[in-house]
């Protein structure tokens, strides 16, 4: 079975780093790219950017350039989502998910989700 | 970015009626188009890519439509467990994808 498991849900404060990841297993992991999406509390879905996990090839949506650093270990088919200095306006869930290729992108499957909470 | 606009936002029918929610891309996508059924609590899941293909083991109530700027996803007989809210996906430029803001589905 094709999966992503995600860590889990993060309580950080304003100014701190984070790095939540993406497992995936039941196929090769630098056969597919992945993305990372956000969803902050009762909105809608974002799109952050994604990487090649083959070569960890990255693209970033520009309202997410600079803010958030994707990255990946093939050796252990994990992808990251990391900050260097956090904010309130942070606090979301934050969803990966597999896509085909570079030019093929619908999302299938999703991980099931990391809770990021940021608060003073 | 491209914009997608998807509408209505929310809508109440029920059991058995026929549902259709509609996205529009602020230029032409050609078909680059995916759906998604997010149920409360849950991550999304896929139904329909490239415009019209249903992802295997979607049921056939669903489907999805159009080209161009202009996009249709049905549901022709709308079940209890199709509560969740949908979204369109364009992916015309794979360095910028972008969604529609959603439609919350509710049974009358």
């Known amino acids: 079975e094709v999966q992503l498991v995600q860590s889990g849900a993060e309580v950080k404060k304003p100014g701190e780093s984070l790095r939540i990841s993406c497992k995936g297993s039941g196929y090769s992991f630098t056969s597919y790219w992945i993305s990372w999406v956000r969803q902050m509390p009762g909105k809608g879905l974002e799109w952050m950017g994604r990487i090649d996990p083959s070569d960890s090839y990255t693209n970033y949506s520009p309202s997410f350039q600079g803010h958030v650093t994707i990255s990946a270990d093939k050796s252990i088919s994990t992808a990251y989502l990391q900050w260097s200095s956090l904010k309130a306006s942070d606090t979301a869930m934050y969803y990966c998910?597999?896509?085909?290729?570079?030019?093929?992108?619908?999302?299938?499957?999703w991980g099931q989700g990391t809770l990021v909470t940021v608060s003073s | 970015d491209i914009q997608m606009t998807q509408s209505p936002s929310s809508l109440s029918a029920s059991v058995g009626d026929r549902v259709t929610i509609t996205c529009q891309a602020s230029q032409d996508i050609s078909n680059y188009l995916n759906w998604y059924q997010q149920k409360p609590g849950k991550a999304p899941k896929l139904l329909i890519y490239?415009?019209?293909n249903l992802e295997t083991g979607v049921p056939s109530r669903f489907s999805g439509s159009g080209s161009g700027t202009d996009f249709t996803f049905t549901i022709s007989s709308l079940q209890p467990e199709d509560i969740a809210t949908y979204y369109c996906q364009q992916y015309d430029n794979p360095r910028a994808l972008t969604f529609g803001g959603g439609t919350k589905v509710e049974i009358k």
């Open positions: 490239d415009a019209s």
């Open positions: 998910a597999r896509h085909p290729g570079e030019l093929l992108n619908w999302f299938d499957p």
